[in-house]
């Protein structure tokens, strides 16, 4: 296991890396990273032209990882994806069936505007994703690790898409809202695109470290109040319970999982290793609970009429629930 | 870490002293002047004290419980961690630190970590005692209010201090009936029916000291006197009167036979030694006895029939029938005796009574000082004018010591012719006031009854249809004349008719209690 110090090194030279080719967006990069140091899915959500593809494919580029990349289309079956039994014939003239990965068998996946497959399609992805194996013809294929599917999808152009269930997204770790960038940082993004200097991205971490990165990162330690923090957290976007604020009682139909209090501990665990720090804060759980609960939520018809979106309820939820004083008056 | 946390710890409760203050202490103010305000327009005694005391109850009951208050280390560490924002560094020490070997490959560099974090920080630097300036406003401006509206004078607080002078008057009384129901126990010979007099005073006294205010203490002795009073005879005071006359008569000039005793065994041992009286002596001992059975036909008209039955068989010579009447004569002023004893003794609780019932009087008055009871005698001189028959009347007016007497002037003229006339002004007189320790026994008082005719006054007539030298008469009393008469003879018939006409009048029990008392006690001198 690497030490924290390596880790911290190891993050930023990948966060380097990327950075030769993305233009700003440190929170986009540091979130999809934090999945990444977790070993969790990740789903980035944004217009096109935001550059989702290109991160993903650049952090790709900046670890020595299998990647593979699927473009998924309605007409995407599951076994373009899993992979199948073809017929071969050997020398000899004989026949058997031999088993031809898919493009998940990759490390590092990415799963290209996953809202356009079928429902069919998206099952056979989310389910590798939550097994980390893959069952064909009877034969269960283990999936190499670290395993991480890095998927996107567009909010708008909902015509001929199939949004993802709540089921589904629930096993992404993170889903990163990706933002349209700042002017500045816009013109960087003209000039560095529309020259003839093509930006280099150099591979600067393994399977070997990458996989000891995400060791550390679990081994992180967390105090009994942070973890309560965590799941007070998600307790409250439950409508039925009595610590919901008012707009998660009104707009929220289902809240979130318990998977999604793992993943408030889980990132806040990298992005306290990330910041040096070798515990988790109850600023840290706070920091990532907009990326780890947003799709975790399930709204209801009145919150689609009214406008409100899942990171106002979420907002809401942090206001609802601040992080736990000391527990005596008078004491910060 | 450690140190620091100690220290933080120490902090917390400073800081949770205050806190606590700071949420309280607005509440306080707003009682504690509520208080104030509701004694500046009620009489009561109770709410400025009580707002005082609940201010100082609430310092101490803060100092006590900050100093007590538990401050666990892990609060103590996730204080520390808000106030220098260390990420949860400390609490996550200190719980790894409880658990050894939880920490993997963090734990000891957590420890570090904490131990260079905690490493020249002051706990006050991680416990700030924040002061919110508009609440302790409210609370200055609060506490200014109720202390300036304490010490302003009002007019509740001379109500007050005429409420406490009430209550240490009803104290002090109830100390004085409590005094008297002692002396009852005390008293010798024992008598349940002072014992029970007795217990009914301090239930009395207890009653007086519990009142709320004078006016209830006024109705608790009203209540006691009235029932006291009912259970006295109306003939109390001819009675006293009768047997202290009786008793003193004989002491002075013992009967036949007997040299010594109260009347009841003289009158036992004359009867048995009428045999050895001789004619003459028996003729002396029934004018004696006719005498006394006149003295008694006032206050025990048993004995009084007895003596006279005795007188009657002396005179005519029955022996036998004298010595029976004699016998139950002297049973009847035993009898009379015992009753008066023990009505004496309510008597003297009636007068407890009516003496706290005066004090409270006073005390509602405003008075400082009681006033004295007496009893004054007067001389009136009027002067008729007129032709014809005049008619005048005038009223004296004495003072004695510690007393106020009363004298009455009367002037009646008599003429055949017609005519009218108009009294003078009386003369004041001299009265003498009632002295406990004068000596009244050998008093003389005016008896209206015994009055003869006065000086003659002439006037001159108005001139008229007839002879208009003509002078009215007036039999105006004087000192020297015979309406003098001892006390002794005629104070049975007074306190008789005394009762009569307080039976008749209505007057207030401690009133007539004070009337019966003062009887008593001249009955008692006599």
Known sequence: MISPEEYVERAAAIEAQIGRVIVGQAELVRDVLVCMLCEGHVLLEGVPGLGKTMLLKTLSAAVDLPFSRVQFTPDLMPADILGTQVLEEDEAGRRSFRFRPGPIFASLVLADEVNRATPKTQSALLEAMQERAVTVAGETRPLPRPFLVMATQNPIEMEGTYPLPEAQLDRFLLKVVVPFPPAADLAAVVERTTGDARPTVDKVADAAVLTSMVELTRAVPAASHVVQHAVDLVIATHPAHAEAPDAVRRYVRFGASPRGAQALILAAKATALLDGRPNVAGADVRRVAAAALRHRLVLGYEAVADGVSADALVAAVLAAVPEPPAGLRGAP | ?526
């Open chain 2, 1 to 526: 870490m450690t140190q620091l946390l100690v220290g933080v710890r120490r902090r917390l409760r400073l800081a949770w002293g205050v806190a606590t203050a700071q949420w309280i202490a607005p509440l306080v103010a707003a009682l504690a002047l509520g208080l104030v305000v509701v004694g500046r327009v009620r009489p009561w005694a109770w709410p400025e004290p009580v707002a005082g005391g609940l201010a100082v109850l609430v310092v101490v009951a803060l100092v006590v419980a900050s100093l007590v208050v538990k401050v666990p280390p892990l609060v103590a560490a996730r204080a520390a961690d808000r106030g220098l924002e260390t990420g949860d560094l400390f609490a996550t020490a200190l719980e790894l630190e409880s658990r050894p070997g939880s920490g993997g490959p963090f734990g000891a560099r957590v420890q570090a970590r904490a131990a260079a974090v905690a490493a020249g920080r002051r706990p006050a630097e991680a416990v700030p005692v924040r002061l919110q300036r508009r609440r302790m406003g409210v609370v200055a401006g609060l506490t200014v209010a109720a202390v300036a509206l304490g010490l302003t004078a009002n007019h509740q607080d001379e109500v007050r201090r005429r409420q406490q002078a009430e209550q240490q008057v009803l104290d002090t009384e109830a100390a004085k009936l409590q005094d008297a129901a002692e002396e009852l126990r005390t008293a010798t010979p024992p008598s349940p029916a002072r014992d029970e007099l007795a217990k009914r005073l301090e239930d009395l006294a207890r009653e007086l000291a519990t009142a709320p205010d004078v006016q209830k203490g006024q109705e608790a002795l009203d209540a006691a006197a009235r029932e006291l009073a009912g259970e006295l005879s109306p003939n109390l005071l001819a009675q006293k009167a009768a047997v202290r006359g009786l008793d003193r008569s004989l002491a002075s000039s013992p009967l036949p036979g007997a040299s010594a005793g109260d009347a009841a065994s003289q009158l036992r041992t004359a009867a048995a030694a009428l045999a050895g009286l001789s004619p003459e002596e028996r003729q002396a001992l029934a004018e004696r006895l006719a005498a006394l059975a006149a003295t008694q036909a006032a206050g025990d008209t048993d004995a009084a029939s007895a003596l006279a039955a005795a007188a009657s068989a002396l005179a005519n010579g029955d022996l036998t029938a004298a010595a029976t009447a004699l016998g139950a004569a002297a049973d009847a002023q035993s009898a009379t005796a015992g009753s008066v004893t023990g009505q004496e003794a309510t008597v003297g609780a009636l007068s407890s009574i009516a003496a706290a019932r005066g004090a409270l009087s006073s005390a509602v008055a405003g008075r400082g000082q009681g006033q004295g009871q007496g009893q004054g005698q007067g001389q009136g001189q009027g002067q008729g004018q007129g032709q014809g028959q005049g008619q005048g009347q005038g009223q004296g007016q004495g003072q004695g010591q510690n007393a106020q007497g009363g004298g009455s002037g009367r002037v009646a003229g008599t003429n055949a012719r017609t005519g009218s006339g108009v009294g003078g002004p009386g003369v004041p007189g001299g009265g003498t006031g009632n002295n406990p320790s004068g000596g009244l026994a050998t008093a003389t008082v005016f008896d209206p009854a015994g009055g003869t005719d006065g000086e003659v006054l002439n006037t001159a007539g108005q001139e008229g249809e007839g002879p208009s030298r003509v002078v009215g008469k007036g039999d105006g009393l004087t000192l020297q004349n015979a309406a003098q008469v001892p006390l002794g003879d005629v104070l049975p018939r007074y306190s008789a008719e005394a009762t009569a006409a307080l039976d008749r009048l209505d007057i207030p029990p401690t009133q007539r209690a004070l009337v019966q008392a003062y009887f008593a006690a001249l009955a008692a001198d006599q």
